[in-house]
């Protein structure tokens, strides 16, 4: 079993910038595939990011180039930082670790089968 919580999340104006925080626990951080997802209001989830064991990373293309995310291991963290934020940035952000320790990089929801709380993200245009 793997514990996620997320912080970081609040009010931004369009153009500025927030960092995301997810603490994990229950398995070594290392061996956890993690990634970043988010949920809009009248919306499906949707991918965000995602970094390996070996900190190999992924974005969706509506996020690559502003959003970096990273991970401490040694810290047991994962971090997402959203730069140049838009209002259709506004969502839920939750962070996520793959169902299996060492696991490859992906971007299905459905790869993913742990997750934090969600903290919210609202940027005003």
């Known amino acids: 079993q793997v514990q996620l919580v997320e912080s970081g999340g609040g009010l931004v104006q369009a153009g500025g910038s927030l960092r995301l925080s997810c603490i994990g626990s229950g398995r070594p951080f290392s061996r956890n595939t993690m990634g970043w997802f988010r949920q809009a209001p009248g919306k499906e989830r949707e991918f965000v990011a995602a970094?390996?064991?070996?900190?190999?990373?992924s974005y969706a293309d509506s996020v690559n180039g502003r959003f970096i995310i990273s991970r401490d291991n040694a810290k047991e963290r994962m971090y997402l930082q959203l730069n140049s934020l838009k209002p259709e940035d506004t969502a839920i952000y939750y962070c996520?670790?793959?169902?299996?320790?060492?696991?490859?990089?992906?971007?299905?929801?459905?790869?993913?089968?742990?997750w934090g709380q969600g903290t919210q993200v609202t940027v005003s245009s």
């Open positions: 996520a670790s793959r169902k299996t320790p060492w696991a490859p990089i992906g971007q299905s929801e459905t790869d993913f089968g742990f």
């Open positions: 970094i390996n064991t070996f900190t190999r990373t």
